[in-house]
């Protein structure tokens, strides 16, 4: 299967500060990725699809303006989780669609795990 | 959002089992896809069905698209302790690069000696 990087594993913050994820297609270009969270023990909740080249789309209830994704590259998408709270402590995944005969299949990052302090 | 209902929830079972878990949704999807998470990991794509009905195996693993098109199946033939996990059902209805993934609520498998 495809490779996708993730980067961070793991990142600790104080309250307040602001973090960046990076989600990187390793052996393939990804004009579409996606970013979901997930709570322990739950499933995996799509936030937001990235779009090479153009603003992401963002599922309902999700802060735009505190969820920030850019995907500057066709291998590369950043969520920046700006002014960290508690709250926002969570698993972070993002994936990227793999096109041609992989049929648009997503295939996933090994996460990042934010702790918000 | 919506999540698809997989059952059973969490199982636990004796290596050299056979599993059987499934995944119903009240509405159609044209594609579905099985994957399994470890802990701390992303989910890892296991198997992908793309047509009503079709049976689809990768080693141990087979997974069915139901005909409905409302649900799918996966079987685990002779377990083994890392097929300890947890398996999501995802079901997809567009076709394109920015077609979005439903997920289910999982199912949790521990595999006992």
């Known amino acids: 299967g495809a490779v996708v990087s993730q980067h961070p594993s793991w990142v600790i913050c104080k309250s307040g500060t602001s973090v960046k994820i990076e989600c990187r297609s390793l052996?393939?270009?990804?004009?579409?990725m996606f970013w979901y969270r997930q709570f322990p023990k739950q499933s995996l909740m799509l936030m937001a699809t990235?779009?090479?080249?153009?603003?992401?789309?963002?599922e309902q209830g999700v802060e735009k303006d505190k969820f920030l994704i850019n995907h500057a590259s066709l291998t590369l998408s950043t969520l920046t989780v700006t002014s960290a709270h508690p709250e926002d402590s969570s698993f972070y995944i993002c994936s990227a669609s793999l096109g041609g005969r992989s049929k648009n299949i997503q295939y996933f990052g090994a996460g990042t795990r934010l702790s918000v302090l | 959002g919506q999540q698809l209902n997989q059952s059973p929830q969490s199982m636990f079972i004796q290596e050299g089992e056979d599993v059987s878990m499934n995944c119903t949704s009240s509405s159609i999807f044209n594609t579905w896809l099985w994957y399994k998470q470890d802990p701390g990991e992303g989910p890892v794509l296991l198997i992908a069905l793309y047509k009503a009905g079709e049976l689809t195996s990768n080693g141990r693993l087979t997974a069915q698209f139901g005909i409905t098109r409302k649900d799918s199946f996966l079987n685990i033939s002779a377990s083994i302790p890392s097929d300890v996990g947890i398996y999501f059902c995802?079901?997809?209805?567009?076709?394109?690069?920015?077609?979005?993934?439903?997920f289910g609520t999982g199912t949790r498998l521990q595999v006992t000696l």
């Open positions: 052996d393939f270009q990804a004009t579409t």
């Open positions: 990235s779009n090479e080249g153009s603003k992401a789309t963002y």
């Open positions: 995802a079901g997809r209805r567009g076709t394109g690069t920015a077609s979005k993934l439903t």
